[in-house]
Protein backbone atom coordinates (compact mmCIF):
# COMPACT_ATOMS: atom_id res chain seq x y z
CA UNK A 1 0.00 0.00 0.00
CA UNK A 2 1.59 3.61 -1.03
CA UNK A 3 2.09 6.11 2.13
CA UNK A 4 0.78 9.19 1.84
CA UNK A 5 3.99 11.03 0.45
CA UNK A 6 4.25 8.77 -2.29
CA UNK A 7 1.06 9.57 -3.53
CA UNK A 8 0.92 11.84 -6.79
CA UNK A 9 -2.19 14.13 -6.75
CA UNK A 10 -2.55 16.47 -10.32
CA UNK A 11 -5.39 19.22 -10.36
CA UNK A 12 -6.17 19.58 -13.86
CA UNK A 13 -8.09 23.00 -15.00
CA UNK A 14 -10.08 22.32 -18.72
CA UNK A 15 -11.41 25.17 -20.39
CA UNK A 16 -11.84 28.76 -19.26
CA UNK A 17 -13.81 27.84 -16.01
CA UNK A 18 -10.77 25.34 -15.33
CA UNK A 19 -8.03 27.09 -15.65
CA UNK A 20 -9.09 30.08 -13.74
CA UNK A 21 -9.46 27.35 -10.64
CA UNK A 22 -5.88 25.85 -11.39
CA UNK A 23 -4.88 29.82 -11.64
CA UNK A 24 -6.59 30.42 -8.30
CA UNK A 25 -4.48 27.52 -6.72
CA UNK A 26 -1.18 27.92 -8.47
CA UNK A 27 -1.12 31.87 -7.22
CA UNK A 28 -2.28 30.92 -3.37
CA UNK A 29 0.84 28.17 -3.57
CA UNK A 30 -0.62 24.99 -4.24
CA UNK A 31 2.42 22.41 -2.80
CA UNK A 32 0.94 18.81 -2.28
CA UNK A 33 -0.12 18.37 -5.99
CA UNK A 34 0.92 19.68 -9.37
CA UNK A 35 -1.73 21.93 -11.08
CA UNK A 36 -2.20 21.56 -14.94
CA UNK A 37 -3.92 24.04 -16.81
CA UNK A 38 -5.47 22.73 -20.19
CA UNK A 39 -7.18 24.69 -23.01
CA UNK A 40 -7.72 25.71 -26.92
CA UNK A 41 -7.33 28.80 -26.38
CA UNK A 42 -3.63 30.15 -26.07
CA UNK A 43 -4.47 33.83 -25.25
CA UNK A 44 -5.97 32.76 -22.34
CA UNK A 45 -3.93 29.54 -21.44
CA UNK A 46 -0.96 32.57 -21.73
CA UNK A 47 -1.92 34.48 -18.76
CA UNK A 48 -2.88 31.10 -16.25
CA UNK A 49 -0.21 30.39 -13.84
CA UNK A 50 0.24 25.92 -13.44
CA UNK A 51 2.77 23.78 -12.95
CA UNK A 52 2.29 22.96 -16.71
CA UNK A 53 0.30 24.25 -19.57
CA UNK A 54 -1.24 22.58 -22.11
CA UNK A 55 -3.02 24.13 -25.83
CA UNK A 56 -4.80 21.08 -27.25
CA UNK A 57 -5.69 21.07 -30.95
CA UNK A 58 -3.68 23.83 -32.24
CA UNK A 59 -3.88 22.57 -35.26
CA UNK A 60 -7.96 22.82 -35.51
CA UNK A 61 -8.73 25.55 -33.60
CA UNK A 62 -4.93 28.16 -34.11
CA UNK A 63 -5.48 28.78 -30.67
CA UNK A 64 -8.31 30.70 -30.56
CA UNK A 65 -10.14 28.56 -28.53
CA UNK A 66 -13.38 26.53 -29.68
CA UNK A 67 -16.07 29.07 -30.23
CA UNK A 68 -18.04 27.83 -27.81
CA UNK A 69 -18.65 24.29 -29.44
CA UNK A 70 -18.25 20.91 -27.77
CA UNK A 71 -17.48 19.45 -30.75
CA UNK A 72 -14.73 21.12 -31.85
CA UNK A 73 -13.02 21.01 -28.09
CA UNK A 74 -13.84 16.98 -28.34
CA UNK A 75 -12.16 17.20 -31.56
CA UNK A 76 -8.82 19.28 -30.52
CA UNK A 77 -8.59 16.75 -26.96
CA UNK A 78 -8.33 13.68 -29.38
CA UNK A 79 -5.67 15.33 -31.54
CA UNK A 80 -3.57 15.92 -28.51
CA UNK A 81 -4.73 12.83 -27.01
CA UNK A 82 -0.41 11.77 -27.32
CA UNK A 83 0.45 14.88 -25.71
CA UNK A 84 -2.37 14.72 -22.96
CA UNK A 85 -1.05 11.51 -22.20
CA UNK A 86 2.44 12.36 -21.65
CA UNK A 87 2.06 15.58 -19.84
CA UNK A 88 -0.83 14.24 -16.99
CA UNK A 89 1.43 11.84 -16.64
CA UNK A 90 0.67 8.76 -13.79
CA UNK A 91 -1.40 9.50 -10.65
CA UNK A 92 -3.36 8.19 -8.14
CA UNK A 93 -5.80 11.00 -7.44
CA UNK A 94 -7.09 13.34 -10.55
CA UNK A 95 -9.49 16.30 -9.24
CA UNK A 96 -10.75 17.79 -12.73
CA UNK A 97 -12.22 21.30 -12.61
CA UNK A 98 -14.46 22.53 -16.07
CA UNK A 99 -17.10 24.82 -16.38
CA UNK A 100 -19.89 22.94 -18.48
CA UNK A 101 -21.90 24.70 -21.07
CA UNK A 102 -19.49 25.95 -23.34
CA UNK A 103 -16.84 24.70 -25.64
CA UNK A 104 -13.74 23.74 -24.30
CA UNK A 105 -14.80 22.81 -21.08
CA UNK A 106 -17.56 20.76 -21.85
CA UNK A 107 -16.31 18.87 -25.36
CA UNK A 108 -12.63 18.25 -23.91
CA UNK A 109 -13.35 16.98 -20.60
CA UNK A 110 -15.08 13.54 -21.07
CA UNK A 111 -11.79 13.01 -22.93
CA UNK A 112 -9.36 14.24 -20.49
CA UNK A 113 -11.25 12.23 -18.13
CA UNK A 114 -10.71 9.28 -19.82
CA UNK A 115 -7.06 9.10 -20.25
CA UNK A 116 -6.36 10.54 -16.95
CA UNK A 117 -8.79 6.90 -15.92
CA UNK A 118 -6.52 4.61 -18.27
CA UNK A 119 -3.61 5.85 -16.94
CA UNK A 120 -4.56 4.35 -13.51
CA UNK A 121 -6.03 7.74 -11.05
CA UNK A 122 -9.40 7.62 -9.62
CA UNK A 123 -10.81 11.02 -11.43
CA UNK A 124 -13.06 13.43 -9.80
CA UNK A 125 -14.32 16.02 -11.70
CA UNK A 126 -15.68 19.19 -10.41
CA UNK A 127 -17.86 20.90 -12.80
CA UNK A 128 -20.30 23.99 -12.40
CA UNK A 129 -23.22 24.40 -14.30
CA UNK A 130 -24.73 26.82 -15.88
CA UNK A 131 -27.44 29.16 -14.39
CA UNK A 132 -30.85 28.45 -15.79
CA UNK A 133 -31.41 31.42 -17.92
CA UNK A 134 -28.83 30.05 -19.73
CA UNK A 135 -30.84 27.90 -22.07
CA UNK A 136 -28.77 27.29 -24.55
CA UNK A 137 -25.65 26.43 -22.35
CA UNK A 138 -27.68 24.36 -19.87
CA UNK A 139 -28.31 21.86 -22.71
CA UNK A 140 -25.00 21.77 -23.83
CA UNK A 141 -24.24 21.47 -19.86
CA UNK A 142 -26.45 18.14 -19.65
CA UNK A 143 -24.60 16.73 -22.21
CA UNK A 144 -21.28 17.39 -21.05
CA UNK A 145 -21.93 16.09 -17.81
CA UNK A 146 -23.63 12.75 -18.89
CA UNK A 147 -20.57 12.27 -20.93
CA UNK A 148 -18.26 13.36 -17.70
CA UNK A 149 -20.32 10.83 -15.42
CA UNK A 150 -19.24 7.90 -17.55
CA UNK A 151 -15.45 8.01 -17.70
CA UNK A 152 -15.23 9.66 -14.07
CA UNK A 153 -15.37 8.09 -10.43
CA UNK A 154 -17.51 10.92 -9.05
CA UNK A 155 -18.30 14.11 -10.52
CA UNK A 156 -19.17 16.82 -7.82
CA UNK A 157 -21.54 19.58 -9.05
CA UNK A 158 -21.63 22.86 -8.28
CA UNK A 159 -24.59 24.56 -9.93
CA UNK A 160 -24.61 28.28 -10.47
CA UNK A 161 -29.00 28.68 -9.32
CA UNK A 162 -27.57 27.71 -5.66
CA UNK A 163 -24.64 29.64 -5.96
CA UNK A 164 -27.65 33.04 -5.91
CA UNK A 165 -28.91 31.43 -3.00
CA UNK A 166 -25.87 31.04 -1.40
CA UNK A 167 -24.73 34.27 -1.60
CA UNK A 168 -27.11 36.54 -3.21
CA UNK A 169 -26.30 40.44 -2.16
CA UNK A 170 -22.36 39.93 -3.57
CA UNK A 171 -21.21 41.62 -6.50
CA UNK A 172 -21.80 40.24 -10.17
CA UNK A 173 -17.74 39.96 -10.77
CA UNK A 174 -17.35 38.49 -7.50
CA UNK A 175 -20.49 36.16 -7.98
CA UNK A 176 -18.43 34.43 -11.13
CA UNK A 177 -15.21 33.96 -9.15
CA UNK A 178 -17.19 32.33 -5.79
CA UNK A 179 -17.50 28.88 -7.35
CA UNK A 180 -13.73 29.18 -8.52
CA UNK A 181 -13.32 29.86 -4.65
CA UNK A 182 -14.86 26.61 -3.76
CA UNK A 183 -13.53 24.93 -5.94
CA UNK A 184 -10.07 25.60 -4.69
CA UNK A 185 -10.98 25.52 -1.32
CA UNK A 186 -12.36 21.74 -1.32
CA UNK A 187 -9.66 20.53 -3.02
CA UNK A 188 -6.70 21.97 -1.70
CA UNK A 189 -7.94 21.12 1.58
CA UNK A 190 -8.46 17.75 0.52
CA UNK A 191 -5.29 17.60 -1.07
CA UNK A 192 -3.28 19.29 2.15
CA UNK A 193 -4.82 16.78 4.51
CA UNK A 194 -4.03 13.84 2.61
CA UNK A 195 -0.39 14.72 2.06
CA UNK A 196 0.60 17.17 4.94
CA UNK A 197 0.25 17.22 8.71
CA UNK A 198 -3.15 17.46 10.25
CA UNK A 199 -5.27 17.57 13.19
CA UNK A 200 -7.04 14.25 11.22
CA UNK A 201 -5.48 12.96 8.14
CA UNK A 202 -7.68 11.62 5.37
CA UNK A 203 -5.16 9.16 3.56
CA UNK A 204 -5.59 8.16 -0.50
CA UNK A 205 -7.68 4.95 0.69
CA UNK A 206 -9.97 7.13 2.20
CA UNK A 207 -10.66 9.27 -1.10
CA UNK A 208 -10.64 5.91 -2.94
CA UNK A 209 -13.23 4.22 -0.48
CA UNK A 210 -15.49 6.82 -0.89
CA UNK A 211 -14.79 8.68 -4.23
CA UNK A 212 -14.48 5.54 -6.49
CA UNK A 213 -18.03 4.89 -8.45
CA UNK A 214 -19.70 7.90 -6.28
CA UNK A 215 -22.05 9.06 -9.21
CA UNK A 216 -22.81 11.83 -9.04
CA UNK A 217 -22.47 13.91 -6.18
CA UNK A 218 -22.27 17.59 -4.50
CA UNK A 219 -20.45 20.09 -2.39
CA UNK A 220 -21.32 22.14 0.39
CA UNK A 221 -19.91 24.53 2.63
CA UNK A 222 -20.04 26.00 6.10
CA UNK A 223 -18.79 28.97 8.41
CA UNK A 224 -19.25 29.43 12.21
CA UNK A 225 -17.74 31.98 14.61
CA UNK A 226 -18.56 32.81 18.14
CA UNK A 227 -19.92 30.61 21.20
CA UNK A 228 -22.69 28.75 18.71
CA UNK A 229 -20.01 28.36 16.21
CA UNK A 230 -20.44 24.47 16.29
CA UNK A 231 -23.96 24.91 15.76
CA UNK A 232 -23.80 27.85 13.31
CA UNK A 233 -21.14 25.52 10.94
CA UNK A 234 -23.07 22.85 10.89
CA UNK A 235 -26.48 24.53 10.11
CA UNK A 236 -25.05 26.69 7.25
CA UNK A 237 -23.55 23.72 5.59
CA UNK A 238 -26.48 21.76 5.28
CA UNK A 239 -29.13 24.87 4.06
CA UNK A 240 -26.57 25.36 1.47
CA UNK A 241 -25.63 22.25 -0.68
CA UNK A 242 -24.47 23.63 -3.79
CA UNK A 243 -26.74 21.14 -5.94
CA UNK A 244 -30.30 21.10 -5.71
CA UNK A 245 -30.75 18.01 -3.93
CA UNK A 246 -31.07 16.18 -0.50
CA UNK A 247 -28.56 14.97 1.94
CA UNK A 248 -30.94 12.40 3.08
CA UNK A 249 -29.48 8.69 2.44
CA UNK A 250 -26.28 9.82 1.27
CA UNK A 251 -23.96 7.26 1.31
CA UNK A 252 -20.55 8.68 1.70
CA UNK A 253 -19.10 12.02 2.39
CA UNK A 254 -15.06 13.66 2.39
CA UNK A 255 -15.67 16.08 5.53
CA UNK A 256 -12.38 19.16 5.76
CA UNK A 257 -13.17 20.95 8.81
CA UNK A 258 -10.53 23.87 9.34
CA UNK A 259 -10.36 25.77 12.64
CA UNK A 260 -7.94 28.20 14.38
CA UNK A 261 -5.13 26.87 16.70
CA UNK A 262 -8.07 26.51 19.56
CA UNK A 263 -9.80 23.87 17.37
CA UNK A 264 -10.32 20.98 19.71
CA UNK A 265 -11.05 16.81 18.64
CA UNK A 266 -14.27 17.22 20.26
CA UNK A 267 -15.74 20.04 18.53
CA UNK A 268 -14.43 18.65 14.86
CA UNK A 269 -16.71 15.08 15.63
CA UNK A 270 -19.71 17.11 16.50
CA UNK A 271 -19.80 19.44 13.56
CA UNK A 272 -18.72 15.96 11.94
CA UNK A 273 -21.62 14.36 13.65
CA UNK A 274 -24.30 17.29 13.10
CA UNK A 275 -23.38 17.45 9.11
CA UNK A 276 -24.38 14.15 8.46
CA UNK A 277 -26.70 13.16 11.34
CA UNK A 278 -29.52 12.43 7.71
CA UNK A 279 -27.06 10.33 6.00
CA UNK A 280 -27.48 6.40 5.24
CA UNK A 281 -26.55 4.43 8.78
CA UNK A 282 -24.13 2.83 6.92
CA UNK A 283 -22.45 5.65 5.29
CA UNK A 284 -19.18 5.85 4.55
CA UNK A 285 -17.53 9.00 5.90
CA UNK A 286 -13.89 10.11 6.39
CA UNK A 287 -13.08 13.53 7.99
CA UNK A 288 -10.30 15.59 8.00
CA UNK A 289 -8.87 18.59 9.87
CA UNK A 290 -6.57 20.78 9.83
CA UNK A 291 -5.43 24.04 12.36
CA UNK A 292 -5.17 27.06 10.29
CA UNK A 293 -3.97 29.98 12.27
CA UNK A 294 -5.71 32.83 10.35
CA UNK A 295 -8.91 30.95 10.56
CA UNK A 296 -8.85 32.80 14.77
CA UNK A 297 -11.96 31.19 16.32
CA UNK A 298 -13.56 30.09 13.24
CA UNK A 299 -14.70 26.86 12.23
CA UNK A 300 -15.16 26.51 8.50
CA UNK A 301 -16.30 22.91 6.79
CA UNK A 302 -16.22 21.53 3.08
CA UNK A 303 -18.06 18.36 2.37
CA UNK A 304 -18.12 16.35 -0.90
CA UNK A 305 -21.14 13.73 -0.31
CA UNK A 306 -21.94 11.48 -2.55
CA UNK A 307 -24.03 8.52 -3.10
CA UNK A 308 -27.28 10.95 -3.84
CA UNK A 309 -30.38 9.89 -4.26
CA UNK A 310 -32.83 12.31 -6.43
CA UNK A 311 -34.13 11.66 -9.97
CA UNK A 312 -31.76 13.85 -11.75
CA UNK A 313 -28.92 12.10 -9.84
CA UNK A 314 -30.35 8.71 -10.80
CA UNK A 315 -30.47 9.81 -14.15
CA UNK A 316 -26.85 10.04 -14.73
CA UNK A 317 -26.25 6.82 -12.42
CA UNK A 318 -27.88 4.98 -14.80
CA UNK A 319 -26.53 6.37 -17.86
CA UNK A 320 -22.82 5.20 -16.44
CA UNK A 321 -24.12 1.93 -15.21
CA UNK A 322 -25.41 1.12 -19.00
CA UNK A 323 -22.17 2.65 -20.32
CA UNK A 324 -19.79 0.58 -17.61
CA UNK A 325 -22.26 -2.66 -19.01
CA UNK A 326 -21.81 -2.41 -22.51
CA UNK A 327 -17.59 -1.96 -21.95
CA UNK A 328 -17.66 -5.23 -20.02
CA UNK A 329 -19.63 -6.46 -22.38
CA UNK A 330 -17.09 -5.29 -25.82
CA UNK A 331 -14.05 -6.32 -23.50
CA UNK A 332 -15.12 -10.04 -22.96
CA UNK A 333 -16.01 -10.23 -26.82
CA UNK A 334 -12.65 -9.10 -27.79
CA UNK A 335 -11.25 -12.12 -25.27
CA UNK A 336 -12.94 -14.36 -27.26
CA UNK A 337 -10.97 -16.51 -29.67
CA UNK A 338 -12.76 -17.53 -33.05
CA UNK A 339 -12.23 -20.60 -34.60
Known sequence: MLSNDKIRIAILGVGGGGCNTVNRMARQGMK????IAINT???HLRVTQADKR???GKSITNGLGAGGFPEIAEKCAQASKSELREMIGENELVFLATGLGGGTGTGASPV???????QGAIVVSIVTTPFSLERARVSKAQWGLERLAEVSDTVVVIDNNKLVSYAPNIPI???FNLADAITAKAVRGITETIMEPSLMNIDYADVKAVMENGGISLISIGEGSGN???ER???SALEHPLLDVSYEGAKGALLHIEGGMGLTLGEVIEVGEKITSKFDPNANIKIGARLMPKENDSISATAIVTGLQSEQVSKFLQKK???QQKRQELSTLENINYI
Request: hydrophobic share 45%; glycine share 0%; aromatic share 0%.
Open 54 to 56: ILI
Open 112 to 118: IAEIAKE
Open 321 to 323: QEA
Open 233 to 235: VSS
Open 41 to 43: DSL
Open 173 to 175: NDA
Open 32 to 35: SAKT
Open 228 to 230: EKI
